[in-house]
């Protein structure tokens, strides 16, 4: 809900309060609900520097939201207020995607007076939602050219210096790391250079201090910052928005740019604010048929085979899935062109009739006639240099003429912001999904850009046109094949972002598929992204990243806490493997509505306790579900007899029966029973966790549990 008493306006979502001061762009206050009718005088309140947009000029030196090359000389502008509305329908961000959902969008504009150059501020809220989405826009109303180079998302300011900085940081194959640092001086930036959300610097980030946690993202994919700069020893300021490295944007006059849609949350913890995120992209960004359907449990090929297979392999690993339970087999790389390793064909999406036995039209039909759904993987957006599309348009590639280009994993990318380009992986990649009729779609992005040229595109433009020209062609293939569920990949989780989510509804979250990896990633994912959205896969031991082995019980315990899959040679499992498998997955798919639409709640500590774990609790807390981890065990302490763990998400008030998972060597049939109060706040003890003798073959491993909650009737 959005109130106005003049320009105090005041912003109000199911537990937070905003209130900005239109007229002196300032930010009265943003945090917990307030209930009282308000009463909010600036000077009181707000210092005249926590503000809501910052331009160049006067003596703020700090770092500023928006920079230009103003129409009348220098970077100065001073933008005054001019009026401010309410607006039902919130405004289309042309060639982006943004949040959508029934609310209010509060609409403030400012001018620039000597050049007549608008700024336009958007926050809109929800009604069912804690998360506000806020974008800019500029206007040129001068009559000469102006050169936009920084135009941020969003900008708060708080009181103090006295909040943590936490990223989600890491690298192909350990993404999303939570690190946390206090701020006290100077300016930390978190952000991606790379032309993708990156592997490297997720655009979530957190501002944290004891009581008050404030959590920010972007709908964007591509070059990324977000800013915590402390001034003067008492002002935070938070930027979150496109990044403005090799970024300039000319604007003619009459022209507009709008930014990316941030988005901001509060709460007073760290859980209630991952609660908060969690609800807003289930309901806010994910979209068309997918967002309350249950996703499948597919088995993919890809650690199971690489690029080494043919048609009577794939078949064998299909049949041996299908009889598991597994509902969909997903053909990874290496079905195309001559594509037998990495160094050739992307961009040729044609049939290897070799290794698809016929071709995929033929595979996929027999893969079905399994009892199989068929999905299919493709990378849409590169190009090899030995391929048929390199030698036909050798100019769709990205390079600089006269320039050996830098390639990684010997491919080169598509210049995506060339139209031409869009048609051609428009075409080509519908009619893959066309002649398989694929229920799934892998679409993955194996390297970043590098070598930035296009001809006609200026070169500060080419990393924002890149991404419009990815998501129009992403638009355009889904609005094709609206049935299809997409899963968004980029070498792992490179591109794990709400750009990506307001088109694919799920995401493989890492390459690395290690139970040990993959409790921390997931963990670190979950801050800013519900489990809903996150691939998690069961793979084979050795784990072909780490070398770790950890039993097939506790690498399920572990993929359970994102939407399941396999991804092994499933024919060459054991018996033993293959029972607990078809147990693992019908267990999963009794559970299958909880665990990817219950309320996720992280347990213990991923990144520093020896406990952790994930839980998900029913919309009503009569049942619940948690996977719990030991990942380090130490001999003859205290701990050693008492491991334990605080379940979260219950309530109180209601008792429960908790029972476990029966895994396939040890019996845990055995129940207790307690109140949601004792569960939560107790510390149970984490009894016969290490009794795994599959576990204790393998040194160094994951223990782990699965416990069930429900409800005792009166
Ligand atoms: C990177 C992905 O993350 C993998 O899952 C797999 O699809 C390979 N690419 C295939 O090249």
Redesign the pocket.
């Known amino acids: 809900m959005i109130r106005k008493k003049g320009q105090i306006i005041r912003l109000d979502t199911p537990n937070t309060t905003l209130v900005i001061k239109a007229d002196t762009a300032q930010y009265i206050y943003y945090g917990k609900k307030l209930v009282s009718a308000g009463g909010f005088d600036a000077e009181v309140f707000s210092h005249r520097d926590y503000k809501i947009f910052s331009d160049w000029h006067g003596y703020d030196y700090a770092e500023n939201s928006l920079l230009f090359d103003n129409a009348d000389a220098g970077f100065t502008a001073s933008f005054t207020f001019s009026k401010s509305r309410i607006l039902d329908e919130k405004p289309e961000i042309e060639g982006l995607p943004t949040s959508y959902g029934e609310g209010k969008t509060l609409e403030v504009k400012y001018i620039d007076l000597p050049t007549k150059i608008s700024l336009y501020l958007y926050y809109t809220v929800y009604d069912d939602s804690d998360v506000i989405a806020v974008s800019a826009k500029l206007v040129n109303g001068s009559k000469k050219e102006i050169k936009l180079r920084r135009f941020m998302s969003l900008q708060l300011d708080f009181q103090g210096v006295d909040y943590s900085f936490v990223t989600f940081e890491g690298e192909w194959a350990r993404e999303r790391q939570k690190i946390s640092r206090k701020i006290e001086s100077g300016t930390f930036v978190n952000e991606s250079r790379k032309g993708m959300s990156s592997h490297a610097n997720n655009p979530f980030v957190m501002a944290e201090k004891e009581g008050a946690v404030y959590g920010f993202n972007l709908l964007y994919s591509g070059n990324h910052k977000e800013v915590m700069n402390c001034t003067g020893g008492y002002r935070t300021r938070i930027l979150t928005g496109m990044n403005d490295f090799m970024f300039e944007w000319p604007l003619a006059p009459g022209e507009s740019f709008s930014t990316p849609e941030a988005v901001m949350c509060f709460a007073t913890d760290a859980d209630k604010m991952s609660s908060q995120m969690h609800e807003f992209v289930v309901e806010h960004i994910v979209r068309g048929k997918w967002k309350r359907k249950e996703r499948p449990i597919l088995v993919n090929n ?1 650690e199971g085979t690489y690029f080494n297979f043919n048609e009577e392999k794939l078949l064998e690993i299909a049949a041996a899935a299908k009889k598991t339970g597994v509902e969909l087999f997903v053909l ?2 290496g079905w195309f062109g001559k594509r037998d390793n ?1 160094r050739c064909s992307l961009g040729d999406w044609t049939d290897n009739i070799e290794k698809t036995g016929g071709g995929l039209a033929q595979l996929a039909d027999k893969i079905r006639a399994l009892g199989l759904d068929f999905g299919i ?1 493709v990378e849409p957006e590169m190009i090899s240099e030995d391929s048929d599309l390199f030698r036909a348009h050798p100019n769709y590639a990205i390079r600089i003429p006269g320039r050996d280009p830098y390639r990684h994993r010997h491919q080169l990318c598509l210049n995506m912001a060339d139209e031409r380009v869009q048609n051609y992986v428009i075409r080509a990649i519908s009619d893959v999904i066309s002649r398989s009729k694929a229920a799934y779609v ?1 679409w ?1 992005y ?1 390297r970043s850009v590098t070598d930035c040229y296009a001809k006609g595109i200026a070169s500060g433009e080419f990393y924002h046109r890149y991404i419009l020209g990815v998501y129009r062609v992403i638009s355009k293939i889904m609005k094709k094949f609206p049935n299809v569920l997409f899963e968004g ?1 980029a ?2 989780g490179g591109r794990f972002d709400l750009g990506m989510f307001c088109y694919f509804p799920q995401f ?1 979250t890492s ?1 690395d598929t290690d139970a040990r990896m993959r409790i921390k990633i997931q963990s670190g994912t979950s801050y800013g992204y519900p489990q809903r959205v996150m691939g998690a896969h069961v793979s084979a031991v050795p784990n072909h990243q780490t070398l770790n082995s950890n039993p097939i019980e506790t690498r399920f315990n572990v993929a359970l806490g994102g939407v399941l899959g396999y991804e092994l040679d499933m024919s060459q499992m054991s018996e033993e493997d293959t029972a607990a498998v078809t147990s693992q997955i019908s267990f999963y798919k009794q559970y299958r509505q909880l665990l990817q639409f219950g309320d996720f709640y992280r347990l213990g500590d991923a990144f520093g306790g020896k406990e952790s774990g994930f839980m998900f609790v029913s919309k009503d807390k009569s049942f619940a579900l948690a996977s719990v981890f030991v990942t380090e065990r130490f001999v003859n302490t205290y701990d050693d007899r008492d491991y334990s763990i605080k379940f979260k998400g219950l309530n109180e008030a209601f008792v429960y029966e908790v029972s476990q998972r029966k895994q396939n060597n040890y019996d845990t049939d055995s129940c207790f029973t307690a109140g949601g109060d004792i569960l939560m706040n107790g510390g149970v003890k984490l009894s016969g966790i290490f009794q795994d003798t599959q576990a204790q073959k393998n040194s160094g491993c994951v223990f782990s549990r699965v416990y069930i909650f429900n409800k005792v009737k009166k």
């Open positions: 890809w990874d790389d990495d993987w892998k993955d194996n990949c070498g792992g493989w390459d």
